[in-house]
């Protein structure tokens, strides 16, 4: 079992002793992570063996270990994505867990598309930090671009851009998106990239904001829920903490 401290700060204690209890009470049909206690589901995507497989095979600690729903969430919208025609785009790369894995389980599609995944590498920028609940160094890893550079050395079209979005996005123009990730932890770095990318999505593409619909990160949701109201899109929250926009 594991309980995610970073994401759940408010409530750690009380989270751990009940996912106890919880795992004790039911512990065929419960699902533990990500903040979740979930009783009661099938979690067909866990007897999914290519799934299954392909996450066990990247998911090797337990903070990776306990997404196994939030994968399933991406897995499937990549999938409707793909049926436009469009560029995938991640803002927010870190070591590439969500990426890799998607592109991945998804290579025979995606490898011919343009693939842009956008960080600083050096974690979130003070400038972008105001409300957030992530400290600089917490992504601020040695060598991490270069081991994203050799990381996706293996799939085509896919354009690494270091740099603090959205300040990035002025030195380059990407056009016709159909899956566009957001997973800064910044409200500000994530309006920034709406206000870029909105205009440039494809019909039918999705949008996912990692962490829209999580407490402990709720100045995202306040500022990006009056954003995109205003801008008339309707946004799906999750109990994964995803938010998710059909457009
Ligand atoms: C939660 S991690 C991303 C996790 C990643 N999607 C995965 O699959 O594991 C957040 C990342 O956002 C990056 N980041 C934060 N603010 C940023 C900004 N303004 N511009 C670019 N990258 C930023 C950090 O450097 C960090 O690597």
């Avoid at 994401?7 to 992570?33: A, H, V, W």
Wanted: hydrophobic fraction near 35%; charge should be negative; aromatic fraction near 14%.
């Amino acid at each position: 079992m594991y309980v995610n401290k970073q994401r759940n700060c408010y409530t750690t204690e009380k989270y751990e002793n009940l996912s106890d209890q919880f795992e004790k009470l039911f512990p065929n049909e419960s699902f533990i992570g990500d903040d979740m206690l979930i009783n009661n589901c099938n979690m067909h995507f866990n007897v999914d063996e290519d799934f299954s497989n392909l996450f066990n095979s990247l998911a090797l600690s337990p903070i990776y270990q306990q997404m196994k729903w939030r994968l399933h969430i991406l897995d499937y919208f990549l999938e409707v994505a793909l049926k436009s025609d469009g560029s995938y785009v991640e803002c927010g790369v870190f070591r590439g867990f969500k990426s890799y894995f998607l592109f991945k389980r998804h290579k025979d599609k995606i490898n011919s598309r343009n693939k842009y995944l956008f960080d600083t590498f050096e974690g979130i920028p003070k400038k972008y930090s105001d409300g957030s609940p992530i400290t600089n160094d917490e992504h601020r890893k040695r060598s991490l671009h270069e081991f994203i550079i050799n990381r996706f050395a293996e799939f085509d079209n896919t354009h690494i851009i270091k740099g603090a979005v959205p300040d990035s996005l002025e030195n380059v123009d990407v056009t016709d998106v159909s899956f566009l990730h957001l997973d800064m932890n910044s409200w500000q770095a994530e309006i920034g990239a709406l206000k870029y990318f909105l205009p440039r999505m494809c019909k039918n593409s999705i949008v996912i904001l990692d962490d829209f619909g999580l407490f402990s990160h709720r100045e995202q949701m306040n500022h990006e829920l009056p954003f995109l109201r205003a801008r008339g899109y309707r946004i799906l929250e999750l109990p994964t903490g995803q938010g998710i926009i059909h457009i």
